[in-house]
């Protein structure tokens, strides 16, 4: 019998992004099971970003993760796979970052350490996206919005959580229940050759390649993004 769509779906957001992510996508989902919305905004650490998910009030639940969201949701994913029916990856960020990458962030968090973030203007969100995507004021004001209600404290606390993340594709090759993976043709921060490969050494995966679409997935392409989550979470097994 097919009753997963009775287990709520989890929904986690990315780097500088809160709920207001989802609210195009949740206009068009059609599950049965209850939508809830995660805010690592608050969060003091990594662990705090996988609490969120620990302390959920249900055994079983469906997760959607987009970005950083995505790293979140493959290490609980990796941890607890019993509470797990399905795991969705939206963008998601594949392997560790490199040295000068590292040293690059903690350079631009020890000038956040002595100023006020005041988040991305209207031309540096347009860089996220695809070009279709930035003459949409929805799409880049909502980019923008988000990232203007952190603050500095909160914007390191979040990068440096994820500062020494893992490579977890082969964990994640080894989770039995199904892995959606989902890519935008043209993003220009997770490049569609890690999300392939990824995809290809996750037995159990499948893989959406979503054409005009940067990495801001969930604002730039909703209903197609809606649609693939109605098929997948619905069609699973219990």
């Given at each position: 019998?097919n009753n ?11 780097f500088?992004?809160?709920p ?8 068009g ?7 809830r ?26 997760i ?6 995505g ?9 607890f ?7 969705t990856?939206v ?10 990458e ?8 020890g ?12 031309k ?12 949409n ?21 979040q990068m ?9 594709s ?10 959606l ?9 997770v ?48």
């Open positions: 019998m997963s769509q009775n287990f709520p779906v989890v929904m986690l957001p990315g500088l992004c809160d207001r992510l989802w609210g195009e996508v949740q206009k989902l059609l599950l049965q099971g209850e939508v919305l995660i805010d690592f905004k608050h969060c003091k650490s990594l662990q705090d970003m996988v609490g969120q998910l620990e302390k959920m009030d249900t055994s079983r639940f469906h959607v993760g987009f970005s950083m969201g790293y979140i949701a493959q290490l609980f994913a990796t941890q796979p019993e509470r797990v029916v399905s795991l990856l963008a998601v960020n594949v392997g560790a970052l490199s040295e000068r590292q040293a690059s962030r903690l350079k631009l968090a000038m956040l350490a002595n100023v006020q973030y005041k988040g991305m203007n209207e540096e969100a347009q860089r996220f996206i695809h070009s279709s995507s930035a003459q004021p929805h799409v880049v004001q909502t980019i923008v919005e988000m990232s203007r209600s952190y603050t500095s404290e909160m914007y390191i606390t440096r959580a994820t500062l020494h993340r893992q490579n977890l082969g964990k994640v090759a080894q989770l039995s229940f199904p892995v993976i989902v890519a935008g043709k043209d993003d220009q921060v490049r569609l050759p890690a999300l392939q490969a990824l995809h290809e050494g996750v037995p159990r995966s499948k893989i959406l390649i979503l054409e005009n679409c940067g990495h801001y997935v969930p604002l730039e392409k909703p209903n197609e993004l809606a649609k693939a989550l109605n098929e997948f979470v619905n069609n699973q097994e219990a």
